[in-house]
Every structure is written in structure tokens, then in C-alpha cells.
């Protein structure tokens, strides 16, 4: 079995692994590159293997970077089954559209503004795209062994992080290898803790936050702390996040401030993101995979004012008063986040407040450095608003995390390989792993392949 890293390697992002057994190929997630524009011009170039030679997809999670690619893929000639758990389903039949509705309404905005290199700018994939690509999702159950082609079995294991999120485990004859996927954290308020992996071959390891430890502080201090300072000053408190995840993490503190009385009840808070909605109601239905009880589920729910329309939406900029707005995306790439972003940014009395991982090359990444004004459609908006971060409201486990569910290995596998991380995080990680564990650990590169056999 030859195993080849496509992506997530020196990046958080594009994660893609490439599995060979004889004339079988199959692809371990299927993500899209973001941030700096080097990475995103890979999603443009011709994909390393035809797509129609690959039989099978197995997906980790919904989130876009392991996700995103699929519509493209499928759009080349992928023609194989798509494996995954029932809740990344039922997420990636909301993320991938609304990935195809932006590109496209990107591309146009280019065009009618005049601020593309390309004539004319065109998407990478469309919403088309993606609903066709949703014919091909074949939802498995957890704990579960199945076939993925001749010769190979996988298996999900709850891996935390968000709903459906999963562990994946491919089997041949001869060996195991194991993907972490994006691991959850033992004690986060809302996902249930990583399941215990005990034993395989190979293990191709996470470390968004390998170089770093989460603040124990109760991330709700910051947040209703800068709720309320940003409110005292007549501002308004920009929110951007991540449609699956964070955004229901927020409302859940924000629920139990206002219920505490920390913030005011009556300060309005809007939820801009109609995926992050539909999202949000899955929590309902998939309630074994979380650990709020029926009412918190619905108090979480209903903690914000939904905004359904690009009306409403644009009506909100026009808004003067104290309020609280989550909106995607969480690193600001795009979405309705950027005209609020453009509508806000340059009034010192607002807060743009950050709630989670922000990769290199993002708007995100460039506010918190200080930049003093942000591209955003072609043009630089002052940024005069205080820029804030809550590092620790992370759906990753830390670097102490990663430690402790590695230590649950009855035996070291034959060798680790570091991926899914920023240079610095990725090597801490490695070098953590070695002297702590003695494990054989590898940080590979982009297009490396290795033998397995």
C-alpha cells in the first residue's frame, strides 16, 4: 500500500491522501486549499491523479478543507461512492452548495467591479456542481467495518470535533493505517471526547495546535468581557465564524451569559449565515453525538435572531446601535462576514472579535497582525476597530490533548506522520512526539509519497 500527502502538509488546509493498493485508489478526504494564494491556485491546477481512476472517497469530516474539493472532483469524472458518517452527510448537503453559491457570486462580483486578472472570472465549481456531486455520498455508521474497494475495509470512529466528525481506519491483508482526521478535545462543552485508538500500523496525525496549550480560562469571560465593553461604547461586535461548530458554540455561551445576566438579555444578536442555521438544527437530530441535553439544544437554537435574506442582511450595515453579529466565514475569506466587515471595520467603537484558528495568508490572520486597512472586493477598508481573539474556544485539541490521546497506544505504529499544520506546530509536534513517546515521526512534504508495504 503506497500512501501519498495532497495536501494539508506545511498548511491547516487541502487536506488529501491518496491510497494505492495494486490497481485500487482511493482518497482519504478531499479538502480545499485556502489562505495564502500559492495554496489556492493548487485547487486550480490539473488534479495529480484523473479523477475517473480513483474508486473510492473516504471523508474524515464536513468542514471545507477536508470536504470542498468534491464538487470538482466530481465534476472531472469521479464516479466512485463517497463514505462517510450520516451527519457529515447531512452537513456537506449544506456546505457544499453554499460553497458553489459563493464561488459563483464571487466571480460575478469580480466581473461587475472589474477587479479580476481573468476575462471573465469564473468559479471553480457552481452550486450545480455541488448538488450533483451530493449523488455520490454514501453515509456508513460508526464503529462499523465496511468495503471500500477489493481488498481494502475502513472503519469511523467518533473523533469529536463537530457532528459526524470521524477517526478513519483502512485496512488491507497486510496493514493499518490511521487517519485523525481533526481530533476534538477531551472537555470541550458541547462535542463528546475523541475515542480511544489503541493500536495500528501507521497513523497520519493532526497538529493545527500542536505547538501550543489552551488558555483554561472559561472562554466565556472574553467573550461576554468584549460583548459588553463594545456595547458600552455604542458599537458592534463582528463575530466571524465557522458555519459548522463555532457558530454553535457561540450561541450556547451566549445563551448561558444572557442567562447569567453578564450580557443583556434584550441585546439583540443576529445569526448571518443561513448554513450555520440549517446546521444548527442538526444538533437536534444527531443529540447522541454532543452533550447538551433537549432543552440547552433548543436554548442554543434560538440564542440569536436568524437572518434569512440578503436584505436583511444588507439592513443590518445600515443598523447604528449595540448588537452582536456571527457571521460566516471564520477566518473571513468570504461570505456575508465581508460586508459587514466593510460596513464596520473602520469605526473604533466596534470589535472584531476572532473565535478560532486563523491560517496564514487569511484576512483573519492579517487583522490580528495589525494590518491598517483589508482588501476585501478589490478595495482597502480602514481597520480602525479593535481587533480581538478568543484563542481558546477551539473545536482542535491542544498540544497536551494530541499527547494524551496518543498515549491511550498499547505499542508505537512503525512510524507517525505530522500533517494538517502550520510549519511550526507540525514540527513542535514531531519533536514533542519523539522525546516524550520515542515514536518513529515524519512531517512530509507536499506530494510525498511512501511505501507502506
Not at 513542535?428 to 509519497?449: N, S, T
Amino acid at each position: 500500500m503506497k500512501l501519498t500527502f495532497l495536501g494539508a502538509t506545511g498548511t491547516v488546509t487541502g487536506s488529501k491522501y491518496l491510497l494505492q493498493s495494486g490497481a485500487k485508489r482511493i482518497l482519504v478526504d478531499c479538502g480545499l486549499f485556502q489562505g495564502y494564494k500559492q495554496l489556492r491556485l493548487r485547487n486550480w491546477e490539473e488534479f495529480p491523479v484523473p479523477p475517473d481512476e480513483i474508486d473510492a472517497v473516504v471523508l474524515t469530516h464536513a468542514h471545507l478543507d477536508h470536504s470542498g474539493y468534491l464538487p470538482l472532483l466530481v465534476k472531472n469524472g469521479f464516479r466512485g461512492k463517497i463514505y462517510c458518517s450520516e451527519a457529515t452527510r447531512d452537513l456537506c448537503k449544506i456546505l457544499l452548495p453554499d460553497s458553489g453559491h459563493l464561488l459563483e457570486e464571487e466571480a460575478m462580483h469580480a466581473n461587475r467591479h472589474g477587479y479580476t486578472g481573468h476575462a471573465p472570472a469564473l468559479p471553480l465549481y457552481s452550486e450545480a456542481d455541488a448538488v450533483r456531486a451530493l449523488d455520490y455520498f454514501h453515509p456508513v455508521p460508526f464503529d462499523q467495518s465496511f468495503d471500500v474497494v477489493p481488498g481494502l475495509t475502513a472503519q469511523l470512529t467518533m473523533a469529536g470535533h463537530i457532528l459526524g466528525a470521524a477517526i478513519v481506519t483502512v485496512r488491507s491483508a497486510s496493514c493499518r493505517l490511521t487517519f485523525s482526521g481533526d481530533l476534538g478535545r477531551q472537555h470541550d462543552p458541547i462535542m463528546v471526547a475523541p475515542r480511544v485508538i489503541e493500536e495500528t500500523d501507521y497513523l497520519v496525525l493532526e497538529s493545527t495546535y500542536g505547538d501550543r496549550i489552551h488558555d483554561p480560562a472559561d472562554p466565556a469571560i472574553l467573550l461576554g468581557q468584549t460583548i459588553r465593553e463594545t456595547s458600552s461604547r455604542g458599537g458592534v461586535t463582528i463575530i466571524p465564524s465557522f458555519a459548522v461548530g463555532r457558530a454553535q458554540s457561540l450561541l450556547y455561551e451566549i445563551y448561558k451569559l444572557k442567562q447569567k445576566g453578564e450580557i443583556p438579555d434584550v441585546l439583540p444578536v443576529y445569526l448571518n449565515s443561513p448554513m450555520a442555521t440549517d446546521a444548527t438544527a442538526l444538533y437536534m437530530r444527531y443529540r447522541h453525538q454532543h452533550r447538551l441535553n433537549k432543552h440547552d439544544t433548543e436554548a442554543m437554537c434560538h440564542a440569536a435572531k436568524i437572518v434569512n435574506s440578503v436584505e436583511e442582511s444588507i439592513a443590518l450595515n445600515q443598523c447604528q446601535v449595540p448588537m452582536v453579529i456571527i457571521a460566516a466565514s471564520g477566518m473571513a475569506t468570504g461570505g456575508r462576514v465581508l460586508h459587514h466587515l466593510k460596513a464596520f471595520a473602520g469605526d473604533s467603537r466596534n470589535t472584531i472579535l476572532f473565535a478560532g484558528f486563523q491560517a496564514g495568508g487569511t484576512r483573519g490572520a492579517a487583522m490580528l497582525e495589525g494590518v491598517p486597512a483589508i482588501k476585501i472586493h478589490g478595495e482597502y477598508v480602514p481597520l480602525n476597530a479593535q481587533v480581538r481573539q478568543i484563542d481558546n474556544l477551539s473545536a482542535h485539541a491542544d498540544g497536551n490533548e494530541l499527547m494524551a490521546w496518543l498515549r491511550h497506544f498499547r505499542k508505537a505504529p512503525k512510524r507517525t506522520f505530522i500533517t494538517h499544520g502550520e510549519p511550526p506546530a507540525a514540527d513542535a509536534l514531531r519533536r514533542r512526539i519523539k522525546e516524550e513517546l520515542h515514536w518513529d515521526c515524519r512531517v512530509p512534504e507536499y506530494r510525498d509519497q511512501v511505501d507502506l508495504s
